[in-house]
């Protein structure tokens, strides 16, 4: 019904605006007193259109709907993420994230910004994409930092993720271990459908539940990374695919980002420093304003 009544309104406005473009052909031949009949009368009529249709000029831009963006800081609260030498997941998340929806607050006039959490709470993944698909959000965007098992500490560097079937070696990991929250809860076979997150044969339903957002989910996944790498000084691993949930349960393009790895001492350093995080917000505030650029240029 929403679609309906905007493609309507998008129609009734192009022919408005080709009657104004019209009228003013009109006027002007008028006002320059060629051969017309009937001046007046034309003159009459065209004035009491436009009075008739000036209360709509205004309307286009009053009902374009805002460009909904749904920050979701991972983890909270009982759920800390990966943990570091010194620092939580959690709040290196949290930290980033409320910085990145500033920005978009603060710079970009039709976004609205929905957090799925702006303190240390928790709330088990089907809330998040519940809230995301309730407000008819058209982007998720959830933040997370990452973690590598012990012998692996030279790890580091940031990623992107978006839905997939790609689940080999690392990326079946992190898949694991993002999708890990789940079992925090009593009731999670019930309340996720029967889904084990551990399990790869899972893969094949991600892939067609998400396949109608992945390519834009992957345009933004590699504005993130070029950013990372090209504005935030950064070292980008890339965009990469994995059957994590909260991606295959929002509808609409989604990505993960991991800010880097808490494992890594200097990287964990890194991450909590105040100037590396307002790079890393600005790198995925630059990212999505690319992003969402593109879908303007291509209307």
Not at 40 to 64: C, E
Not at 80 to 99: F, H, I, Y
Not at 204 to 219: G, K, V
């Amino acid at each position: 019904m929403k679609d309906m009544f905007l493609t309507e309104t998008k129609g009734f406005f192009a022919l408005w605006k080709k009657f104004r473009f019209l009228c003013k052909g009109i006027l002007i031949t008028i006002s320059m007193r060629t051969k017309v009949k009937n001046n007046r009368i034309a003159l009459l009529a065209l004035s009491l259109a436009l009075i008739v249709f000036a209360p709509y000029q205004g309307v286009s831009q009053a009902v374009k709907p805002k460009f909904k963006v749904v920050i979701d800081p991972g983890h909270g609260g009982k759920d800390s993420g990966t943990r570091g030498g010194k620092l939580l997941e959690k709040d290196v998340v949290l930290a980033v994230s409320m910085k990145v929806g500033a920005y978009l607050n603060e710079l970009l006039d039709n976004v609205e910004v929905i957090y799925t959490r702006t303190t240390d709470v928790y709330s088990h993944p089907k809330v998040r994409a519940i809230m995301a698909n309730d407000a008819d959000a058209d982007l998720f965007v959830s933040i997370h930092a990452n973690a590598m098992p012990a012998g692996n500490e030279g790890v580091y560097g940031t990623e992107t993720y978006v839905m997939g079937v790609k689940n080999e070696g690392g990326n079946f990991e992190v898949a694991k271990r993002e999708n890990s929250v789940i079992l925090l809860e009593e009731d999670y076979k019930e309340k996720y459908q029967g889904f084990d997150p551990t399990s790869p044969e899972v893969n094949i339903a991600f892939s067609i539940m998400q396949e109608a957002y992945q390519e834009n989910s992957i345009l933004l996944a590699q504005n993130v990374e070029n950013q990372f790498s090209k504005r935030a000084g950064r070292k980008s691993r890339g965009v990469k695919q994995s059957s994590i949930w909260v991606l295959w349960n929002t509808s609409m393009p989604s990505v993960l980002i991991e800010l880097g790895y808490l494992t890594n001492l200097k990287e964990e350093r890194e991450l909590g420093s105040a100037e590396v995080q307002e790079y890393l917000a600005s790198a995925i505030f630059r990212g999505i304003r690319d992003y969402i650029d593109y879908l303007e240029s291509t209307k």
